[in-house]
């Protein structure tokens, strides 16, 4: 398979010299990887081509970090910024973002408002959804000629599934995922994840292969571990596995049984710089073609109901892209959504444990 290619956009450092400071620039702080790519292909330069707006791309493990660093500074640079939900939802609370008002926003082909086409929670008073993502189990094919791995379960039995793991650095996610390899059923993960007793069963789970995991913090490093050798599965991003295996023809294959997903999209730091061009770009890039046609060059599904029938084959190939997505039904079924309000109210909390505990 081809590579997928970036466009021309500049990707740039996050210094204050990276955003020109004028009316025909858009300065978006963006995740960079084959997700950046993918912005780059069906947004950035169309953009770029139908308005005339230059724009320039600052990537950051997590955006939401320099966001409300900016903000408290009074030294915002960004326009826009692609974020979680959960971040957007809190940072919306503190003060830090734009409001966005939804009839800006295209409708759909049929004239559908996009408040009624959109999914449900894609639009908020500060965000505006570009992309339905997930965090799946994977592993080197390579690594387990004979019995394959297939569940959560699997993920934390190093006996019979051996090798190092690798997981994100942070208590969301996690502890879902060790309650759901300790036989809590997907649809009670959160009921129990809400009281003591479930959280203390959780990191329990986890300390049985904590001494195996290589914690990682940038989502372009599971499929790297995994391809240097140095782990045999990882807790990723499905489009960070998606491209290593399809883009790269790495060994990598993709278990859905216990997916965790959720939302992702644009929100625009308050005091940006460039509001009108934000406002612009935002309409531009959730239009429904240009969601479909990010969704072509990485697995995240698209949150408007008419881009689903707009997705095409995986950008380069003959290879349908639908089986690929997380919001594919045969996938979807077997994951769980994640409880954004759930982390909203104890995200602080929970990552402090996580914190400690990964110290201790």
């Not at 640079?77 to 940072?91: M, Q, W």
């Not at 408040?115 to 387990?144: N, P, Q, R």
């Not at 991003?237 to 295996?245: D, L, P, Q, S, T």
């Not at 639908?322 to 109210?345: C, Y």
Request: net charge negative; proline share 6%; with cysteine.
């Amino acid at each position: 398979m081809k590579k997928l290619l970036i466009a021309t956009t500049a990707l740039v450092g996050l210094g204050s010299a990276a955003f020109a400071q004028s009316g025909g620039v858009l300065n978006v702080l963006d995740w960079g990887g084959a997700y950046g790519q993918s912005h780059a292909i069906a947004y950035n330069a169309p953009f770029e081509a139908e308005t005339g707006i230059r724009i320039t791309v600052a990537d950051a493990d997590n955006p939401a970090t320099p966001i409300k660093a900016m903000v408290e500074a009074g030294n915002v640079t960004a326009d826009v910024a692609s974020v979680e939900y959960a971040d957007a939802v809190r940072l919306c609370d503190e003060g830090a973002l734009e409001e966005i008002d939804p009839s800006i926003l295209s409708a759909a082909a049929d004239g559908t408002s996009a408040e009624e086409d959109f999914i449900e929670g894609a639009l908020t008073d500060c965000f505006v959804a570009t992309d339905v993502y997930s965090m799946v189990l994977a592993y080197d094919d390579s690594k387990f000629p004979d019995a394959k791995p297939a569940s959560p379960a699997d993920f934390f039995d190093t006996a019979a599934f051996p090798g190092k793991r690798t997981m994100r650095k942070g208590a969301k996610f996690n502890l879902e995922l060790a309650l759901m390899a300790d036989g809590v059923p997907p649809a009670e993960v959160y009921d129990v994840l809400a009281t003591p007793e479930g959280v203390d069963r959780a990191f329990a789970k986890l300390d049985t292969i904590k001494n195996d995991v290589i914690w990682w913090e940038a989502g372009a490093q599971p499929p790297q571990l995994l391809a240097d050798g140095e782990v045999t599965m990882a807790f990723a991003f499905n489009g960070r596995i998606f491209n290593a295996a399809i883009g790269e023809n790495k060994p990598f294959n993709i278990i859905w049984n216990g997916q965790i997903y959720e939302m992702e999209g644009w929100v625009i730091p308050k005091g940006a710089p460039n509001m009108e061009n934000a406002l612009k770009y935002i309409e531009f890039s959730t239009r429904p073609e240009q969601l479909a046609k990010a969704a072509e060059h990485i697995s995240y599904g698209p949150p408007r109901r008419s881009s689903s029938s707009l997705v095409g084959n995986v950008a380069g190939t003959e290879t349908p892209m639908s089986p690929h997505l997380p919001t594919s039904p045969e996938n979807l079924d077997q994951g769980i959504a994640s409880n954004l309000d759930f982390w909203v109210d104890h995200d602080g909390e929970l990552s402090e444990r996580f914190n400690a505990w990964l110290a201790g």
